[in-house]
């Protein structure tokens, strides 16, 4: 072997271990078995989100409108809670004292 070929493995070798060193970690907080549910109260534009296992936590998070085309989206954010097969997060669509109109809804982890 050469000493060049010796280098330039030796580098490979340098450059694979940084890499290895330096590449993030995969998240911990993951929580599982997330769903999401019309809200029990009634209220037409509500819901509510269960996740029942894993770690880190969730929350509901609604899109809404005042439901005109002109007026921007909002978005209404429920509780963050930690995985539970009895904790749910709630919200619910209102723009100051007349409701609003749900356009979508995710569930937000971290």
Do not use: N
């Amino acid at each position: 072997m050469t000493v060049r070929s010796k280098t330039v493995g030796a580098l490979f070798t340098m450059a694979a271990a940084v890499a290895v060193l330096t590449a993030p970690s995969p998240a911990s907080a993951s929580p599982l078995g997330c769903a999401t549910y019309e809200h029990p109260m009634g209220f037409a534009d509500a819901r509510m989100a269960r996740c029942t296992a894993g770690d880190g936590q969730y929350r509901i998070v609604l899109r809404c409108t005042k439901g005109f085309d002109h007026l921007p989206d909002y978005y209404i954010y429920g509780d963050w809670k930690s995985p539970s097969a009895t904790s749910f997060s709630s919200a619910w669509c209102y723009s100051g004292t007349t409701s609003g109109f749900l356009r979508g809804y995710s569930i937000g982890i971290r």
